[in-house]
């Protein structure tokens, strides 16, 4: 039925209610005869569908996906679906309620392979359908957790990781970011790294300044740490436990926050020294919390001071630490004690460069209580990364911390020299000239 709206010629289809003819199926498909009630039901669903009637439609198809589900024949809801979908002109209302009612169904199977079977009719219909485009994601994600409880990681994440939800509207902040990070999990179990860090990379970082999932920022920001642990980035996941720091969830837990403030400097010491690194301690270095944690309060002021320390006035009660947080194993526990000593080292060959201009090396390895060809490998890498200039003579066995001068500084060097000189000459002479005149008035 068509009616003129506004006077304009422009129409509008009426809907037709189907209530009567469904409940009418409905009891025929309860008594046993589903086939027979399905087959009426079509016929009324193709007059609705070629008339455009969109919510006539929809109240049958939906209507006969109920049947089959109530009727408990599984495989014959995949094949009335599957149908229905692949109607000539089917609406996209429709599909989209059918689609969206079947997935309600997939929660309440119990049974894994009709569950599966379930979920793959649902995304073979969805494929490629833009207005379902959530609806197949959420299939997505349920067939990764089947495969994953399986022990099938592979599959579920080559599933997971062919959904792009980045780009759907239909699904809020909150779920998506939740789908991107199962996604980036789902990588790091399976040891696809880089692919780890370009899903990772789908996720701006803006969206946390939501204080609603703060949850979520930790949990992105616990798989950063997992990803730059496995390249030993001490720098980035330093940075990681540093935007955890600022999360308020975080801080309501005192144990958490204690946690990731030790672990903030502990990789903060174990990056390599440059300008950033210098700046963070120096921050990190006025957090009032660390007054509770004297071991790594004294850590960091060990390498802000410009004084020499030695590693092992430190390295029990670090390994104490390290052990009692229950989270590195054994090999990495190692790395980090062997790396930290290496930092140690390069700190205190930066402050014996500020105090000698030359040294020998016996006394330089005897300050840095290494041995000496270890403290030349430490002191060559340092000059090689850029971090100080050195020169060494090892026939001599000597140092040199101070880099030669240019001939513009020499020049300014010996001006400044003359100029000094010549003012000392004149006060002399002052000085000379009043005490001729006193004496001369005596």
Same mark, same amino acid.
């Given at each position: 039925?068509?009616s003129?709206?506004?006077?304009?010629?422009?129409?509008?289809?009426?809907?037709?209610?189907?209530?009567?003819?469904?409940?009418?199926?409905?009891?025929l498909?309860?008594?046993?005869q589903?086939?027979?009630a399905?087959?009426?039901?079509?016929?009324?669903?193709?007059?609705?569908?070629?008339?455009?009637?969109?919510?006539?439609?929809?109240?049958?198809?939906?209507?006969?996906v109920?049947?089959?589900?109530?009727?408990?024949?599984?495989?014959?809801?995949?094949?009335t679906?599957?149908?229905?979908a692949k109607?000539r002109?089917?609406?996209?209302?429709?599909v989209?309620?059918?689609?969206?009612?079947?997935?309600?169904?997939?929660?309440?199977?119990?049974?894994?392979s009709?569950?599966?079977?379930?979920?793959?009719t649902?995304r073979?219909?969805?494929e490629?359908?833009?207005?379902v485009?959530?609806?197949?994601?959420?299939?997505?994600?349920?067939?990764?957790v089947?495969?994953?409880?399986?022990?099938?990681?592979?599959?579920?994440r080559?599933?997971?990781?062919?959904?792009?939800?980045e780009?759907?509207?239909?699904?809020?902040?909150?779920?998506?970011?939740?789908?991107?990070?199962?996604?980036?999990?789902?990588?790091l179990?399976?040891? !696809?790294?880089v692919? $780890?860090n370009?899903?990772?990379? @789908?996720?701006?970082? +803006?969206? *946390?300044?939501? &204080? %609603?999932?703060?949850?979520?920022?930790?949990?992105?920001?616990a798989?950063?740490?997992?990803?730059?642990?496995?390249?030993?980035?001490w720098?980035?996941?330093?940075?990681?436990?540093?935007?955890?720091?600022s999360?308020?969830l975080?801080q309501?837990?005192?144990?958490?926050?204690?946690?990731?403030?030790?672990?903030?400097?502990?990789?903060?010491?174990l990056?390599?020294f440059?300008?950033?690194?210098?700046?963070?301690?120096?921050?990190?270095?006025q !957090?009032?919390?660390l $007054?509770?944690?004297?071991?790594? @309060?004294q850590?960091? +002021?060990? *390498?802000?001071? &410009? %004084?020499?320390?030695?590693?092992?006035?430190?390295?029990a009660?670090?390994?104490?630490?390290?052990?009692?947080m229950?989270?590195?194993?054994?090999?990495?526990?190692t790395?980090?004690?062997?790396?930290?000593?290496?930092?140690?080292?390069?700190?205190?060959?930066?402050?014996a460069?500020?105090?000698?201009e030359?040294?020998?090396?016996e006394?330089?390895?005897?300050?840095?209580?290494l041995?000496?060809?270890?403290m030349?490998?430490?002191?060559?890498?340092?000059?090689?990364?850029k971090q100080?200039y050195?020169?060494?003579?090892?026939?001599a066995g000597?140092?040199?911390?101070?880099?030669?001068?240019?001939?513009?500084?020499?020049?300014?060097?010996?001006?400044?020299?003359?100029?000094q000189?010549l003012?000392?000459?004149?006060?002399?002479?002052?000085?000379?000239h009043?005490?001729?005149?006193?004496?001369?008035?005596?």
């Amino acid at each position: 039925m068509l009616s003129d709206v506004g006077g304009l010629g422009s129409t509008e289809k009426k809907s037709v209610s189907y209530a009567e003819p469904i409940a009418k199926e409905r009891a025929l498909a309860t008594s046993g005869q589903l086939d027979g009630a399905l087959q009426n039901l079509l016929s009324l669903e193709k007059v609705a569908r070629l008339s455009g009637d969109i919510g006539g439609t929809t109240e049958l198809v939906t209507a006969m996906v109920e049947l089959c589900w109530e009727a408990k024949d599984l495989p014959k809801l995949n094949e009335t679906i599957s149908m229905l979908a692949k109607r000539r002109a089917q609406l996209k209302q429709a599909v989209t309620a059918m689609v969206q009612l079947a997935s309600k169904y997939v929660e309440e199977i119990s049974d894994e392979s009709a569950k599966l079977e379930l979920i793959e009719t649902l995304r073979a219909v969805s494929e490629g359908k833009m207005f379902v485009e959530v609806e197949r994601a959420r299939l997505t994600k349920a067939l990764a957790v089947i495969h994953e409880s399986k022990g099938n990681m592979e599959e579920a994440r080559k599933i997971m990781i062919d959904t792009v939800v980045e780009t759907l509207g239909g699904m809020d902040k909150r779920e998506k970011t939740e789908f991107i990070l199962e996604q980036v999990r789902l990588c790091l179990d399976t040891n !696809e790294f880089v692919r $780890a860090n370009i899903m990772s990379k @789908k996720i701006n970082t +803006k969206v *946390f300044k939501d &204080k %609603e999932i703060d949850d979520l920022k930790l949990r992105y920001y616990a798989m950063v740490v997992r990803y730059h642990t496995h390249s030993h980035d001490w720098m980035e996941i330093f940075r990681a436990y540093q935007a955890m720091w600022s999360t308020d969830l975080l801080q309501k837990d005192k144990a958490a926050a204690d946690r990731v403030l030790k672990l903030q400097v502990l990789f903060l010491v174990l990056s390599p020294f440059d300008n950033e690194q210098s700046d963070a301690m120096h921050n990190l270095d006025q !957090e009032k919390g660390l $007054a509770k944690l004297p071991l790594f @309060k004294q850590l960091l +002021k060990f *390498f802000i001071t &410009k %004084e020499l320390f030695h590693f092992y006035d430190l390295k029990a009660g670090l390994l104490a630490e390290l052990v009692a947080m229950g989270e590195f194993s054994e090999a990495e526990t190692t790395l980090m004690l062997d790396t930290l000593h290496d930092r140690v080292s390069q700190h205190n060959i930066e402050v014996a460069s500020l105090y000698y201009e030359r040294i020998t090396m016996e006394r330089l390895a005897q300050l840095l209580a290494l041995p000496i060809e270890q403290m030349e490998e430490q002191l060559t890498a340092m000059v090689s990364k850029k971090q100080m200039y050195a020169r060494l003579d090892r026939p001599a066995g000597i140092i040199t911390f101070a880099p030669p001068k240019k001939p513009n500084e020499l020049l300014n060097d010996w001006a400044s020299d003359i100029s000094q000189m010549l003012n000392l000459i004149e006060g002399a002479c002052h000085l000379i000239h009043k005490e001729n005149m006193i004496h001369k008035i005596v």
